[in-house]
């Protein structure tokens, strides 16, 4: 008898859990509404909400639409995006994560307070990542986004420096990255760092780790897009090497079951529960024929 359990600590975070019940709520209302970008890194849940009346546009369809509603999603806008939609006469449902929302706030407010000819915003982030791209907007665009310990040829380390987070960084990639700069940084300026990484995100990879190391095999739900998904898959698999990453129910291979007595289910901060529901319901099945 296999046994079969999904991760209670996977799925989505409140930020994402916010900004698809306010999708919901809109198209109670209307069974049309714009969405700026994916609303969530997972295909099946776009999809899902796609059948709904949400429609997904990049930017470049947003700066021709006017007179009607658009949802900005968790990860956050920059300040021209607002401005935009302002001007068109678009109406703004903000679901930009709260998380986000006060670490756009901090590096405005540390971008008009620090004198520009004197200091340098540092985000360590994903280049080029919505919220990476909303938080740089605080500085009007000036702020450096290193992603690498090799990126820091980007800074003058001979110039002050305040340091920032995306919320979904890893504080072990944070916490390195800082060391670096300490021992590279001329000593006659000033270094200020800031640890603005979202717990509830990061707090997951113990919990993780730990439920992945008790099972035979892991199957671990994320969309292909999700930068979360593939940060928490990899420490799935080096906890557990049999860790298998999966978009929907029908990426499962069967015999990867033969000889197997325990099931896990887990999933990224972008996964919905209904989906690992239908991963582990396919289990099921596969489990009562390899049983017979």
């Not at 405005?108 to 520009?116: G, I, L, W």
């Not at 582990?280 to 489990?287: P, V």
Request: aromatic share 6%.
């Amino acid at each position: 008898m296999i046994k079969i359990e999904m991760d209670s600590g996977s799925g989505f975070c409140f930020g994402v859990v916010n900004a698809i019940t306010k999708a919901e709520q809109e198209l109670d209302k209307d069974d049309s509404l714009f969405c700026l970008g994916d609303i969530v890194h997972n295909g099946s849940e776009v999809e899902r909400l796609s059948k709904r009346g949400l429609r997904t546009i990049e930017h470049e369809e947003f700066s021709k639409l006017k007179n009607t509603r658009i949802l900005f999603r968790a990860h956050g806008e920059p300040p021209a995006t607002y401005l935009a939609a302002k001007a068109n006469n678009i109406q703004v449902i903000d679901a930009t994560c709260p998380v986000v929302l006060k670490l756009q706030q901090r590096i405005k407010n540390a971008y008009e307070t620090h004198p520009k000819e004197d200091w340098q915003i540092v985000i360590y982030g994903k280049i080029g990542h919505a919220e990476v791209n909303g938080l740089v907007g605080q500085t009007e665009n000036s702020a450096i986004v290193v992603e690498h310990i090799e990126d820091l040829d980007r800074v003058d380390l001979n110039k002050n420096i305040c340091l920032f987070s995306q919320t979904t960084k890893s504080i072990a990639g944070f916490n390195k990255l800082v060391e670096t700069i300490k021992k590279k940084i001329n000593p006659s300026v000033s270094f200020e760092f800031y640890d603005t990484i979202c717990r509830q995100v990061s707090n997951r990879i113990p919990n993780i780790r730990t439920f992945a190391v008790r099972h035979d095999i892991v199957f671990f739900v994320s969309g292909k897009k999700s930068s979360n998904g593939k940060a928490l898959f990899d420490e799935c698999k080096a906890v557990n090497p049999n860790s298998h990453l999966i978009s929907t129910p029908e990426d499962i291979t069967p015999s990867l079951l033969k000889g197997v007595t325990t099931v896990g289910i887990c999933g990224a901060t972008s996964t919905p529960k209904w989906l690992m529901e239908e991963v582990a319901k396919e289990l099921e099945k596969i489990a009562s024929v390899t049983n017979d």
